[in-house]
């Protein structure tokens, strides 16, 4: 129904349907206005209405200004296929109620021909743009136009007049359990005390202690601080036989716990952990000299300096796990 979004408004609402243009004369505007008057009898609510609750206080008000001033727009439906006379609101739900409730008998109606698609996208607009409307409802009202007509987010910000950020954030209040989302809904929590507890491990349960504490929003983002879900350990990879077998022989000829991570043709990482600075004096007396491994029962010798390599025979078993880790 609405083909480009980012060029107009999507505010305009009830007043584009009822032609209320700059250009209409004022004769036509005052019928349009007026409506057909229909008895209230054969008027159906929508059964897709996204409104889900009418605040009664809000509600009886209406009702008063009904029975005072009469309803002063016109309810928007449309024709009932297949049921002579009877129509399906499009816009206008709350007045309908409230002229049933202030016992009018007979509503000004304007009647246009609309799809289902385009019944819903005026419903959703018209909801999202009353003040009154819940964060909850909001932030259907966003997702359903995303959904079924394939809104953007920016699309909406542009055309609804509002921010990209306060859509955002609508929008995330969705990936909150049902129960938090009623109590938002009721008024017991607040849309920025909701979001705050969005990304905690228990946010129902951190939704009943701000109920229970009347917490606020600064309170409960505090609070939520310490419910943040612990990120997963990643798993250890298993060492191989020879790997660990090699890492057994050093650490028992040091006398200090020895971690090797072989990572292959990377090369890879040897730790020796020592717990007191004498462990440390001899780490650094033996490292000073040249250490022989001898296959002969795995024993070490120390030999005068410039001998041998001192990392000969560890880089030789390390090439030997390369080429068993190949095969």
Not at 65 to 74: A, D, N
Not at 171 to 194: F, M, N, Q, T, Y
Request: proline residues 4%; aromatic residues 2%; hydrophobic residues 35%.
């Amino acid at each position: 129904m609405i083909e480009d979004i980012g060029k107009r408004k999507l505010g305009r609402g009830l007043s584009a349907l009822l032609g209320d243009d700059d250009a209409a004369d004022m004769a036509s505007l005052e019928r349009i206005r007026s409506g057909k008057l229909v008895p209230i009898g054969q008027i159906r609510p929508n059964a897709n209405q996204p409104r889900r609750r009418f605040e009664e206080e809000s509600l009886q008000g209406l009702v008063e200004s009904i029975r005072e001033k009469g309803i002063l727009q016109p309810i928007l439906v449309r024709r009932i296929a297949n049921e002579e006379d009877v129509y399906e609101i499009v816009a206008g739900e709350r007045r309908w109620r409230a002229a049933q409730r202030a016992e009018v008998h007979e509503v000004p109606v304007v009647i246009r021909d609309l799809s289902d698609a385009d019944t819903l996208e005026i419903a959703l607009i018209e909801n999202i743009q009353r003040e009154d409307l819940s964060p909850v409802e909001e932030a259907r009202g966003y997702h359903a136009l995303i959904e079924s007509f394939k809104y953007t987010q920016e699309q909406l910000s542009k055309g609804l007049g509002k921010s990209r950020s306060h859509v955002a954030n609508m929008l995330r209040l969705l990936s909150l359990p049902d129960s938090v989302l009623a109590l938002v809904d009721e008024g017991k929590i607040s849309a920025g005390a909701a979001r705050a507890i969005i990304t905690a491990d228990d946010p129902e349960g951190l939704a009943r202690q701000i109920v229970a504490k009347g917490l606020n929003v600064r309170q409960v983002e505090k609070l939520a601080e310490g419910h943040k879900p612990k990120a997963p350990r990643k798993p250890r990879p298993q060492k191989d036989s020879d790997t660990a077998a090699l890492e057994g022989d050093l650490s028992a000829t040091l006398g200090m716990k020895v971690t090797l991570e072989h990572r292959g043709m990377a090369g890879g990482l040897l730790t020796i952990h020592y717990e007191t600075l004498e462990d440390l004096d001899e780490i650094c007396r033996r490292l000073s000299r040249h250490i022989d491994y001898r296959n002969d029962g795995g024993s070490y010798e120390e030999e005068a300096l410039g001998d041998i390599d001192p990392t000969a025979a560890i880089a030789a078993d390390l090439a030997d796990l390369d080429d068993k880790s190949d095969h």
